[in-house]
């Protein structure tokens, strides 16, 4: 009777053994219903203008890789000229298969891109368009294996307020230009409505070559630089050591036939001159100039440019910005022009316009000279200028890497003459 019973018993088991090889081990249904994939968003169009030829998809969410991504170049910003627009560029391996997604948070669920490299510049272009102003999006960039991120917020088509950045002649201090980066970093992490460009006004390398270029001003071993960059447009002007043919080849800003452009933010407008090209009264340039700044409404205005009109030496103050410039800004209220070119800080008035020479941004630093016309303040110190519109005021803070204020002036806005 034993014997039966442990026959049984035995019979039993096997059966049950059967049974879970038979039916795989299926986990239970409220697991499986854990692992589903979520259904793909919803597109939003119009939302893309890629660059080259790019294949556009809406895709889920892809599972972070967890390896960051290491490309040559960026990503970067770049102003397309309309505030429901942004390019985003980078420079990576020409064959990668890259996928950009975007969104207004980390799901990046309005839409997704995977360029093709421009195959004389290696560079990945995505222009984005359709986009809603004054407004914050986040984007991934990603490949099987490794992802970065970024972000940037488009221009308000009307605002009272404005904060903004300017600092140059980073040239050979990339070390510099990563601290400067750290603070201004640092400050929009507790003032996100700062988040918003950067002007560098110009000589971003020594010489203009790739090699410089890519130590100097995309600086890899320099992580602040980099995340500056990945969230801030960087408006640079080109300057003497630039080069006309490598600086468009990386920043393809809306230009005109020449390289000048212009650009409005909240309430104010901003035109970008070009000083290697020669600016003639009654040229086409000339003409340009004048309607761009007559036919501006916005209650401030500024013209960037490189070589300063005004400034304590010792390179000679520019006869252009003097004898053409200075008159059209005074004509058509142009509150300040922005320059660097001499390697520290210094602020001049001429005409109800303030001059600045902001040129301590790494390079080896000048020594400013006693004696030349208009100069109000000079300081021979690294730098970089906070400027904070509210209203009818503009105050501008110059301030150290480190963070200590070296200068503080306000401008009160005057009725256009």
Request: a negative charge; aromatic letters at 12%.
């Amino acid at each position: 009777m034993f014997y039966n019973e442990y026959m049984n018993l035995r019979g039993l088991i096997l059966l049950v053994m059967m049974t879970i090889l038979l039916t795989g081990c299926k986990y239970p249904a409220a697991v499986r219903k854990l692992s589903t994939p979520s259904p793909s968003p919803t597109p939003v169009e119009p939302s893309l203008t890629p660059s080259f030829t790019a294949t556009v998809t809406t895709v889920s969410p892809t599972s972070t890789p967890g390896l960051p991504l290491n490309l040559i170049k960026g990503p970067y910003l770049i102003f397309t000229g309309s505030p429901d627009g942004m390019t985003v560029i980078w420079q990576g391996e020409l064959n990668e298969a890259y996928l950009f997604e975007w969104g207004l948070d980390d799901t990046y669920d309005l839409g997704s891109s995977t360029p093709a490299a421009d195959p004389e510049t290696s560079l990945f272009q995505v222009r984005l368009s359709g986009l809603i102003p004054a407004t914050r999006y986040l984007y991934r960039i990603s490949t099987l294996t490794a992802e970065t991120h970024g972000s940037f917020v488009t221009p308000p088509v009307t605002s009272e307020s404005l904060i903004f950045f300017a600092f140059g002649d980073t040239r050979s201090g990339p070390e510099t230009m990563n601290k400067i980066s750290a603070s201004i970093m640092q400050y929009i992490a507790a003032n996100p409505s700062a988040q918003t460009f950067v002007i560098d006004t110009g000589d971003l390398m020594d010489i203009a070559t790739e090699e410089s270029l890519q130590e100097n001003f995309f600086a890899p071993d320099q992580p602040d630089i980099q995340s500056l960059l990945a969230v801030m447009p960087v408006v640079n002007i080109m300057g003497n050591h630039d080069g006309t043919a490598l600086f468009k080849k990386y920043f393809p800003y809306p230009y005109t036939r020449t390289y000048d452009w212009s650009f409005d933010y909240g309430p104010a407008h901003f035109v970008v001159i070009d000083q290697y090209i020669d600016l003639v009264q009654g040229s086409e340039r000339w003409f340009w100039l004048k309607n761009d700044l007559s036919t501006s409404h916005k209650p401030w205005k500024f013209i960037l440019l490189h070589e300063p009109g005004w400034s304590a030496g010792p390179h000679e103050n520019d006869e252009t910005v003097q004898r053409i410039i200075q008159p059209m800004a005074v004509a058509y209220g142009v509150q300040m022009i922005i320059a660097g070119h001499n390697h520290y800080y210094a602020r001049a008035e001429v005409e109800g316009v303030t001059h600045i020479t902001t040129g301590g941004g790494g390079a080896p630093l000048y020594d400013p000279e006693n004696g030349w016309p208009f100069i109000k303040t000079k300081i021979k110190e690294f730098h970089y200028i906070k400027y904070i519109i509210d209203g009818n005021v503009l105050t501008a803070q110059v301030i150290t890497p480190q963070g200590d204020l070296l200068d503080e002036f306000t401008i009160s806005l005057q009725e256009n003459p």
